[in-house]
């Protein structure tokens, strides 16, 4: 029999490590929708396409119209939520690319917002434009962008 720690039993760390492993990994607990304004194309978009909008790698729209992203701030909950289970990254991680980009000049950084309302009020009144909230917004402006 293989001895996993001190008496047996699993050590501390590796009880962190399986813990630490579920909570980035898990699926997120609360509902978090990627938003678009209703002029985005429909098109097949992958959690993939969704991670390099974000990190505004991409930056148009199939239909050639630049893509123009809002996020929530770095010190919202929920940002943090949707950066670890939609975008699969931590949030130091994606500031640390938006930084880059600013202070070498080669891009920008997403429009931050003050609120979720704030988020939905630009995406309806903002064409090409794409955004996340913590559930569907009753906006006919505003349609959820369906990836996998």
Not at 90 to 110: C, E, L, N, V
Not at 131 to 145: H, M, T, V, W
Request: hydrophobic content about 35%; charged content about 20%; proline content about 6%.
């Amino acid at each position: 029999m293989q001895k996993l720690g001190y008496g047996n039993k699993p050590t501390s760390g590796g009880v962190l490590a399986i813990f630490f492993i579920f909570a980035v990994y898990s699926p997120a607990a609360t509902a978090t929708e990627v938003i678009v304004n209703r002029s985005v194309p429909i098109a097949d978009y992958s959690t993939v396409d969704i991670r390099t909008i974000f990190t505004m790698q991409k930056r148009f729209w199939p239909n050639h119209r630049q893509i123009k992203v809002y996020i929530l701030s770095d010190s919202n909950p929920f940002h943090k939520d949707f950066v670890k289970n939609i975008l699969h990254m931590f949030p130091h991680q994606i500031r640390k690319i938006w930084d880059r980009m600013t202070y070498s000049g080669t891009g920008s950084a997403p429009i931050e917002l003050g609120s979720e309302q704030e988020m939905i009020d630009q995406i309806a009144d903002t064409p090409d434009s794409i955004g996340y909230l913590n559930s569907k917004p009753d906006n006919e402006n505003i349609r959820s962008l369906e990836h996998h």
